[in-house]
């Protein structure tokens, strides 16, 4: 059964802000430089925003209510959505039926947070109850460990090798020398790819993200309210979401993408092939072959012929995580679930300076997130098209 | 690293002491289950028991952790962490002796407070 169609709903503003290495500025900070950047863009007044959808894991021990104080806001509409990876696309499904239902005029839909030195290492050493019975004390590698047990898996099933998860890192890096708030821009080869220090075999560091403080965020309002505001913007075409899809499925071949594909293409009255620009959830690549796979670009398990044959620059033929993804800009916590979206926001409005993809309108965002166990158990997908 | 195991793990743990494992099993639907909890996933009953069993299992997967975040170790060796099916069905992360090939068959052991995996001796 399909749900309600999102129309009359626009996204604006995208934002991503703030990106560092190291930060000791709490989340709330994030927070408020993105919400500045995006009124900005915007030309609203802060005041404006009578809705805000927030995603953090170091806004503790604030609640998200603490946000209403520390950015100086009276919103009717104030949500957290703490799904990590999967948090734009989720924020961004709440958020339209919030000004779809006139529960709300503006919403800002905001991941952020800090980095302090150590921030990482605590956050990963107590995820969850199940971390730290079951995951944590062998060997404590944080969520590497399960993600280099999924790609392990993931590589014996399909026949992937470790070059075809390079030809993905190695275009995103391209991708990230082209954007100004990565972290990673300097262009690698395959080579140098393949001979990065192992950490978690057969996951390398070049596998993996770096962790980092930052904010990313956008505007979901009224098709009209964007119009009269003169802004490009995109329409939700449609947005999914599945937890915990195929529970104690091992091997962990796919996620919830799977199951909701034909939800997100017939609603939007799209096909894969009608794609111009993606963005998967890139910590690790095996999960982000799995989102390629899952949303219909390829057949389950066929993703190393698409790495290739296709080319995944912004300038190919195949645009994925044009602006470097998580591997090239960095992994700012719940930012990262945010930054793919962000960027084909920008990219179907025209809006991605030195690495527009030419004529994109059509563009699709994964979501991956929350390892509580062995696997993410959020994942979605959103369909948004530019209107221009 | 400092373990703060739930009450559960430790329930677990204490059924682990008889035969060097255990598995949850539900009392109620017969539903088996790990990670550790206090209810049943399945059918949600509270009876849930920690059974001992042999420790049966197959490999899955295997890593060698390079890095560990445990900065408070000093020179962190590298260590093997097996995924495996157990014969009662749940998957779970264990130490392991050594890379074990997928398909391998071994038998899990709660040591020193971690479950560990060993080759099977028939």
């Known amino acids: ?3 309600a169609d999102f129309s009359g709903v626009a996204l604006v503003a995208p934002a991503s802000v ?3 290495r190291y930060s000791t500025d709490g989340a709330g900070a994030f927070f408020a430089r993105c919400l500045l950047a995006m009124v900005r863009q915007a030309g609203l007044d802060k005041q404006e925003v009578d809705g805000l959808s927030a995603s953090s894991f170091t806004l503790a021990p604030d609640p998200v209510a603490a946000l209403s104080i520390s950015l100086g806001l ?4 104030l949500e957290a959505v703490p799904f990590g990876g999967a948090s734009a696309v989720m924020a961004l499904r709440r958020a339209a039926r919030a000004v779809q239902a006139g529960d709300a005029t503006v919403v800002a839909c905001i991941g952020a947070d800090g980095n302090p030195r150590g921030g990482f290492e605590d956050l990963a050493s107590s995820f969850s109850v199940a971390s730290i019975d079951a995951v944590a004390p062998y060997g404590n590698a944080g969520p590497s460990m399960p993600f280099a047990h999924v790609t392990r898996q993931y590589i014996d099933a399909t026949g992937a090798t470790r070059a075809d998860f390079g030809r993905l890192c190695v275009a995103q890096r391209f991708n990230a020398s082209h954007c100004a708030h990565a972290l990673l821009r300097q262009p690698m080869t395959l080579d140098e790819y393949l001979a990065a220090p192992a950490i978690c075999d057969p996951l390398h560091k070049l596998d993996l993200v770096m962790p980092c403080a930052g904010a990313d965020g956008f505007l979901v309002l009224r098709e009209d309210h964007a119009k009269s505001l003169k802004l490009p913007y995109a329409r939700v075409l449609s947005v999914v979401e599945r937890h915990n899809a195929y529970p104690n499925e091992v091997p962990v071949l796919r996620g919830g993408w799977e199951l909701e594909r034909e939800r997100l293409y017939s609603q939007a009255g799209r096909e894969p092939q009608d794609v111009d620009v993606v963005a998967v959830y890139d910590d690790c690549p095996a999960i982000a072959f799995m989102q390629l796979e ?3 670009f390829c057949a389950r398990g066929e993703a190393r012929h698409l790495v290739r044959e296709r ?7 195949f645009p994925v995580n044009t602006s470097g993804g998580q591997l090239g800009c960095g992994q700012a916590g719940a930012a990262g679930g945010f930054l793919g979206l962000v960027e084909v926001l920008r990219q179907v409005t025209q809006q991605a300076e030195g690495r527009q993809v030419r004529d994109a309108r059509l563009g699709a965002a994964t979501g991956y997130g ?12 959103a369909l948004l098209e530019g209107m221009w | 690293m400092v373990t703060r195991y739930s009450e559960s793990m430790r329930d677990l743990m204490e059924a682990s002491q008889a035969t060097g494992f255990a598995m949850f099993h539900c009392c109620s639907c017969g539903h088996r289950f790990y990670p550790p909890q206090s209810f049943c996933p399945a059918c949600l009953a509270p009876d849930v028991e920690a059974r001992s069993s042999n420790g049966d299992a197959t490999v899955l997967s295997t890593t060698l952790i390079h890095r560990s975040l445990d900065r408070s170790v000093p020179g962190h060796r590298p260590t093997y962490v097996a995924c495996v099916e157990t014969a009662e069905g749940p998957s779970i992360f264990a130490m392991a002796d050594l890379a074990f090939a997928v398909g391998s068959r071994v038998r899990i052991r709660l040591r020193d407070g971690l479950f560990h995996a060993s080759e099977r001796t028939l």
């Open chain 1, 370 to 381: 929350m390892v509580v166990y062995d696997r993410c158990l959020g994942t979605g997908a």
């Open chain 1, 311 to 317: 080319d995944l620059r912004f300038c190919g033929d």
């Open chain 1, 294 to 296: 899952g949303i219909g």
């Open chain 1, 1 to 3: 059964m399909l749900s």
């Open chain 1, 18 to 20: 703030g990106y560092t």
């Open chain 1, 74 to 77: 009276s919103p009717r509409w």
